[in-house]
Protein backbone atom coordinates (compact mmCIF):
# COMPACT_ATOMS: atom_id res chain seq x y z
CA UNK A 1 0.00 0.00 0.00
CA UNK A 2 1.23 3.33 -1.00
CA UNK A 3 -1.48 5.67 1.30
CA UNK A 4 0.98 8.14 3.54
CA UNK A 5 2.49 11.20 1.91
CA UNK A 6 6.10 9.66 2.97
CA UNK A 7 5.50 7.03 0.42
CA UNK A 8 4.65 9.33 -2.42
CA UNK A 9 7.50 11.94 -1.49
CA UNK A 10 10.37 9.13 -1.29
CA UNK A 11 8.36 7.22 -3.95
CA UNK A 12 11.85 5.99 -6.15
CA UNK A 13 12.91 4.75 -2.97
CA UNK A 14 9.80 3.08 -1.71
CA UNK A 15 9.56 1.33 -5.19
CA UNK A 16 12.68 -0.16 -4.95
CA UNK A 17 11.37 -2.68 -2.62
CA UNK A 18 8.26 -3.31 -4.10
CA UNK A 19 7.13 -4.30 -8.19
CA UNK A 20 4.00 -2.01 -7.76
CA UNK A 21 1.47 -0.44 -5.39
CA UNK A 22 -1.65 -0.24 -4.35
CA UNK A 23 -2.44 3.06 -3.75
CA UNK A 24 -4.99 3.99 -0.90
CA UNK A 25 -6.23 7.68 -1.65
CA UNK A 26 -8.72 7.86 1.84
CA UNK A 27 -6.11 7.37 4.45
CA UNK A 28 -3.71 9.30 1.39
CA UNK A 29 -6.49 12.04 1.75
CA UNK A 30 -6.89 12.15 5.41
CA UNK A 31 -2.89 11.99 5.65
CA UNK A 32 -1.99 15.29 2.80
CA UNK A 33 -5.41 17.69 4.60
CA UNK A 34 -4.52 16.44 8.14
CA UNK A 35 -8.38 15.70 9.07
CA UNK A 36 -10.63 12.66 9.36
CA UNK A 37 -13.21 11.48 7.39
CA UNK A 38 -15.16 10.64 10.18
CA UNK A 39 -15.21 13.49 12.68
CA UNK A 40 -18.11 15.11 12.20
CA UNK A 41 -15.83 18.51 13.77
CA UNK A 42 -13.80 18.14 10.67
CA UNK A 43 -15.10 16.00 7.80
CA UNK A 44 -16.42 18.70 6.10
CA UNK A 45 -13.02 19.84 4.72
CA UNK A 46 -12.26 15.62 3.26
CA UNK A 47 -11.74 15.58 -0.44
CA UNK A 48 -10.17 13.86 -2.39
CA UNK A 49 -10.61 16.13 -5.31
CA UNK A 50 -8.41 18.42 -3.49
CA UNK A 51 -5.83 19.51 -5.47
CA UNK A 52 -2.50 18.70 -3.09
CA UNK A 53 -4.45 15.22 -2.63
CA UNK A 54 -4.34 15.03 -7.22
CA UNK A 55 -0.98 16.05 -6.68
CA UNK A 56 -0.41 13.43 -4.44
CA UNK A 57 -2.12 10.83 -6.48
CA UNK A 58 0.17 11.71 -9.65
CA UNK A 59 3.43 11.82 -8.09
CA UNK A 60 2.41 8.36 -6.85
CA UNK A 61 1.24 6.88 -10.33
CA UNK A 62 4.06 8.65 -12.05
CA UNK A 63 6.71 7.31 -10.04
CA UNK A 64 5.13 4.30 -9.93
CA UNK A 65 6.06 4.08 -13.68
CA UNK A 66 9.22 5.89 -13.24
CA UNK A 67 10.13 2.70 -11.40
CA UNK A 68 8.48 0.42 -13.83
CA UNK A 69 5.82 -0.71 -11.81
CA UNK A 70 2.30 -1.35 -11.41
CA UNK A 71 -0.15 0.90 -9.76
CA UNK A 72 -3.87 0.42 -8.86
CA UNK A 73 -6.12 2.72 -6.86
CA UNK A 74 -8.26 1.89 -4.12
CA UNK A 75 -10.83 4.10 -2.59
CA UNK A 76 -14.17 5.69 -2.77
CA UNK A 77 -13.38 9.08 -5.05
CA UNK A 78 -13.67 7.17 -8.20
CA UNK A 79 -16.92 5.86 -7.62
CA UNK A 80 -18.52 9.38 -5.95
CA UNK A 81 -16.45 11.47 -8.50
CA UNK A 82 -16.55 9.95 -11.86
CA UNK A 83 -14.36 12.61 -13.30
CA UNK A 84 -11.60 11.47 -10.27
CA UNK A 85 -11.45 8.25 -12.18
CA UNK A 86 -10.79 10.35 -15.60
CA UNK A 87 -7.81 12.17 -14.20
CA UNK A 88 -6.27 9.46 -13.32
CA UNK A 89 -6.24 7.82 -16.47
CA UNK A 90 -4.62 11.13 -17.81
CA UNK A 91 -1.59 10.47 -16.24
CA UNK A 92 -1.20 6.25 -16.77
CA UNK A 93 -2.77 4.50 -13.38
CA UNK A 94 -3.42 0.79 -14.06
CA UNK A 95 -5.98 0.00 -12.41
CA UNK A 96 -8.79 1.38 -10.25
CA UNK A 97 -11.46 0.08 -7.85
CA UNK A 98 -15.19 0.67 -7.97
CA UNK A 99 -18.32 0.07 -6.42
CA UNK A 100 -20.52 -1.91 -8.92
CA UNK A 101 -22.91 0.18 -9.32
CA UNK A 102 -20.63 2.48 -10.85
CA UNK A 103 -18.27 0.44 -13.18
CA UNK A 104 -20.32 0.43 -16.40
CA UNK A 105 -20.40 4.12 -16.47
CA UNK A 106 -17.11 5.23 -15.24
CA UNK A 107 -15.20 2.44 -17.79
CA UNK A 108 -17.78 3.94 -20.96
CA UNK A 109 -16.09 7.66 -19.22
CA UNK A 110 -12.23 6.01 -19.47
CA UNK A 111 -12.66 4.92 -22.54
CA UNK A 112 -14.27 8.35 -23.84
CA UNK A 113 -11.10 9.54 -22.08
CA UNK A 114 -8.73 7.64 -24.20
CA UNK A 115 -10.05 8.09 -27.47
CA UNK A 116 -9.83 11.85 -26.71
CA UNK A 117 -5.74 11.40 -25.69
CA UNK A 118 -4.88 9.23 -28.49
CA UNK A 119 -5.97 11.72 -31.27
Known amino acids: MCEIPNNVL?????????????????????LTLGVDRD??????????R???VKLMLK??????????????????????YPDM??????????SISLNSDTVLKTTQRILACERRLSR
Open 10 to 30: LIDEFAKRFDGFSIGSNDLTQ
Open 50 to 52: DEG
Open 59 to 80: LAVEGCARNQGHSGLCGQARSD
Open 85 to 94: AEYLDEFGID
Open 39 to 48: SEIVAFDYDE
